[in-house]
Antibody
Framework: QLQLQESGPRLVKPSETLSLTCNVS??????????WGWIRQPPGKGLEWIGT???????FYTPSLEGRLSISADTSTSQFSLNLGSVTAADTAVYYC?????????????WGPGTLVTVSA | AIQMTQSPSSLSASVGDRVTITCRAS??????LGWYQQKPGKAPKLLIY???TLESGVPSRFSGSGSGTYFTLTISSLQPEDFATYYC?????????FGQGTKLEIK
């Protein structure tokens, strides 16, 4: 059974770096039928796609975070990670990781339960 | 970036009702659209991908249609467990973008 689980600090200070890891169990992140992504949701607000990493290592980021954001995959540990630098209170959100099917339109088919990260001094 | 506009933003309905939520794209996105259901405190759940293909395990009362810039999600007969927030998502190009959500509440 495929499971995704986000992990990382729940509280980050302003101007520091938010680092999260998504652990994938029950499937390999080297499977080229899928790629992997991060989505966030500020409290009480809608969903925002953050970025994506492919098995090839290619990445795509939302323009509003480009320059602060880095997403990478570690095939040896079946994890992929998010690093967001210079955070502010506006980055407070529930962060979700998800699996996305290649060549199937808009199919984010498995999600982690999400983790709330608060940016505060 | 392609903007996705959902309507209505909220909707009150009763068990057994038929409801339709719409999603409009600012540019044509073929059928590169999915619909997601989110309940409070939970991760979104994939309902429909490719605009009209029902995800495995999703009840057949959910259906999707549309292409290009206009899409709909229809629930044919609302059940108590369907009261949630629904989002559309385009993956025609980057950046991927979600609609702002439609909150479906019990009347």
């Amino acid at each position: 059974q495929l499971q995704l689980q986000e992990s990382g600090p729940r509280l980050v200070k302003p101007s520091e770096t938010l680092s999260l890891t998504c652990n994938v169990s029950g499937a390999s992140i080297r499977d080229n039928n899928y790629y992997w992504g991060w989505i966030r949701q500020p409290p009480g607000k809608g969903l925002e796609w953050i970025g994506t990493v492919y098995f090839s290592g290619s990445t795509f980021y939302t323009p509003s975070l480009e320059g602060r954001l880095s997403i990478s995959a570690d095939t040896s540990t079946s994890q992929f990670s998010l690093n967001l630098g210079s955070v502010t209170a506006a980055d407070t959100a529930v962060y979700y990781c998800a699996r996305i099917r290649v060549m199937v339109a808009a199919a984010f088919d498995y999600w982690g339960p999400g983790t709330l990260v608060t940016v505060s001094a | 970036a392609i903007q996705m506009t959902q309507s209505p933003s909220s909707l009150s309905a009763s068990v057994g009702d038929r409801v339709t939520i719409t999603c409009r794209a600012s540019h044509g996105i073929r059928i590169d659209l999915g619909w997601y259901q989110q309940k409070p405190g939970k991760a979104p759940k994939l309902l429909i991908y490719g605009a009209s293909t029902l995800e495995s395990g999703v009840p057949s009362r959910f259906s999707g249609s549309g292409s290009g810039t206009y899409f709909t999600l229809t629930i044919s007969s609302l059940q108590p467990e369907d009261f949630a927030t629904y989002y559309c998502l385009q993956d025609y190009n980057y950046p991927r973008t979600f609609g702002q959500g439609t909150k479906l509440e019990i009347k």
